[in-house]
């Protein structure tokens, strides 16, 4: 499968609106899920643009940037002081456990992510806001089939 050039993929567009003082936007297009707590999905950033401020409550996951550049900052929660902050190239790879609180922005040309993730209890990530409350989930549920 081509994932960089492939019109069968069906991405799901996030953008943010006057709640959110940081550009986001970002689409998501699942490549595979199953019952078994796995799911394989892509990540692309337009340019100069954010996902939401977020956790990643699954077990474990595992990301690989296919295209661009994907800036990294991971931050403390009780603080929010940026903790380490890294620019992620083409074929960086990275693996982490559940749990880091992270801000993720593509690049002056976006960034495409490969990512695979494994969830014990189904639960994915946790979309926060500034003071890292929880704004919304997402669940293996959400893309089961």
């Given at each position: 499968?081509?994932?960089?050039?492939?019109?069968?993929?069906?991405?799901?567009?996030?953008?943010?609106?006057?709640?959110?003082?940081?550009?986001?936007?970002?689409?998501?297009?699942?490549?595979?899920?199953?019952?078994?707590?796995?799911?394989?999905?892509?990540?692309?950033w337009e340019?100069?643009?954010?996902?939401?401020?977020?956790?990643?409550?699954?077990?474990?996951?595992?990301s690989t940037?296919?295209?661009?550049?994907?800036?990294?900052?991971?931050?403390?929660?009780?603080?929010?002081?940026?903790?380490?902050?890294?620019t992620r190239?083409?074929?960086?790879?990275?693996?982490?456990?559940?749990?880091?609180?992270?801000?993720?922005?593509?690049?002056?040309?976006?960034?495409?992510?490969?990512?695979?993730?494994?969830?014990?209890?189904?639960?994915?990530?946790?979309?926060?806001?500034?003071?890292?409350?929880?704004?919304?989930?997402?669940?293996?549920?959400?893309?089961?089939?």
């Open positions: 499968m081509d994932l960089i050039n492939n019109d069968k993929l069906q991405w799901k567009r996030f953008v943010g609106d006057d709640k959110f003082d940081y550009p986001i936007d970002y689409s998501t297009a699942v490549l595979d899920v199953n019952e078994n707590g796995h799911i394989n999905l892509l990540t692309k340019p100069n643009s954010y996902c939401h401020f977020h956790r990643h409550t699954a077990t474990s996951s595992t940037v296919l295209q661009g550049e994907l800036y990294v900052e991971d931050i403390d929660i009780e603080s929010g002081i940026v903790m380490s902050s890294k190239n083409v074929g960086d790879y990275s693996s982490k456990e559940g749990g880091d609180v992270h801000m993720e922005k593509g690049g002056p040309e976006g960034a495409i992510v490969l990512f695979s993730l494994y969830t014990k209890d189904g639960s994915l990530a946790e979309s926060l806001d500034k003071q890292g409350n929880v704004i919304s989930e997402s669940h293996i549920n959400q893309f089961l089939k």
